[in-house]
């Protein structure tokens, strides 16, 4: 029978196994024979490919990515890390300090390029750029031998990946490869049309119109319109009613945008370890086996802790895709050693927060520095009336179209 993961356990993996991964099989929340809707891309188009799967091609479709697998774990990080399930440490930009409230605070582990995103590049620390403050100078200069700046202010962004192609060295800043990836694809796909209409209860008629812009409503009056030139101007294109969301709708059909059935879908988590090992994390004074070892086990439990506590959330992709686990089809952790035999453990969401405390207390206790707290931006000048100008035309741009 499977047993919790321990810290030794991790450690030993850590020094010498292939990768940690989870397979698990999903079904629709609605059973055999439901449609779900995998992300779309340009054109509204589905990821589709053929994989081989059980040793045979089939159609298969991409319903939620790597990218996406990641941003959904970050997020349950940071959600642990704001209720103080776990401790690690966050860089944010507060706009509220800004006068832009609504916008609110945005982390490291939100912005798209973590750590090294513009919008933190743009914020200031006690009165400084970020990248001129001393934790800016130490994460620029850092890199895979070197980590260590990193791992003390953004450990993240060493399991995620990260590429500094925006700051001060541009192409040639760090890029620390994805040691963490995760993504969901449907099995055995056959995709659906989408249909549309919509019968409205006024049975207003095409007839009706035209009806005409005025302000931000619309008036039937010619003489009440808002005027272009001396004419009165037509809501929207032609004046229809339906340019003001009143009318019958056709009935239309989209093929091959309609959704997909699907035999089944499969979520495959993998960690690499030797990502990871690549990783050197000096620290004045210490050797720097048990250091590099003792900041990888850390790194390693935060992508496990990111993981389950996105799984342990539900699979809810987006709306009409509802994922389940298959009942039939337990999913597995394993650790794959060094000769790809696979050791199998259990993992929940409160065992990894506890494994990840047992592995910084440990990094702590060899040097290693670790803030565990949240580094506090403010944006700059020029960024704060950069995103108040974006929204006042944001504004104007819908009063104008209503």
């Not at 202010?153 to 994805?178: E, N």
């Not at 030139?229 to 009143?246: F, Q, R, T």
Request: proline share 6%; net charge neutral.
């Amino acid at each position: 029978m499977s047993q919790p993961l321990t810290l030794a356990g991790l450690q030993q993996a850590i020094r010498s196994a292939s990768a940690i991964r989870r397979r698990a099989t999903l079904q629709p929340a609605g059973g055999d024979g439901e449609k779900v809707f995998p992300s779309t891309y340009e054109g509204g188009n589905y990821a589709t490919e053929e994989r081989v799967v059980d040793g045979e091609k089939c159609p298969c479709v991409i319903l939620d990515s790597v990218a996406s697998q990641a941003n959904r774990m970050e997020l349950a990080l940071l959600e642990a890390e704001t209720t103080r399930s776990i401790s690690i440490p966050v860089v944010e930009v507060d706009f509220a300090k800004a006068g832009l409230p609504d916008v609110g605070v945005i982390t490291a582990l939100e912005a798209p390029h973590r750590i090294a995103d513009a919008i933190l590049r743009d914020s200031m620390l006690d009165g400084k750029r970020f990248r001129e403050t001393d934790i800016g100078k130490s994460f620029t200069d850092a890199n895979a031998q070197n980590a260590t700046a990193l791992f003390q202010f953004c450990p993240t962004a060493l399991v995620f990946g990260m590429w500094d192609s925006t700051g001060p060295k541009g192409g040639m800043g760090t890029k620390i490869q994805r040691a963490v990836r995760s993504e969901i694809v449907g099995v055995g796909v056959v995709t659906g049309s989408r249909t549309s209409s919509r019968l409205d209860p006024l049975q207003i008629s095409l007839g009706a119109g035209p009806i005409y812009k005025q302000g931000v409503s619309w008036t039937l009056k010619e003489e009440e319109a808002d005027k272009e030139k001396g004419k009165a101007v037509k809501l929207g294109k032609d004046g229809k009613p339906s340019e003001a969301n009143h009318g019958n709708v056709t009935p239309s059909i989209a093929e091959g945008k309609g959704g997909v059935t699907l035999s089944h879908a499969i979520q495959i988590t993998v960690l690499s370890l030797p990502a990871l090992r690549r990783l050197r994390f000096p620290v004045e004074g210490k050797e720097p086996g048990p250091v590099n070892e003792a900041a990888r086990t850390v790194l390693a439990a935060v992508a496990l802790c990111g993981a389950i506590l996105s799984i342990e959330q539900g699979c809810d992709l987006r709306s009409r895709c509802h994922l389940v686990p298959d009942v039939d089809h337990p999913a597995t952790w394993e650790i794959l050693d060094a000769n790809g035999q696979p050791i199998a453990f259990t993992l929940s969401g409160a065992d990894a927060a506890r494994l990840l405390g047992e592995a910084i207390a440990k990094a702590q206790s060899l040097g290693l520095p670790w803030s565990g707290g949240r580094t506090t931006l403010t944006p700059s000048p020029q960024l704060a009336a950069l995103v108040k100008k974006s929204r006042d035309l944001a504004m104007q741009s819908t009063a104008a179209e209503e």
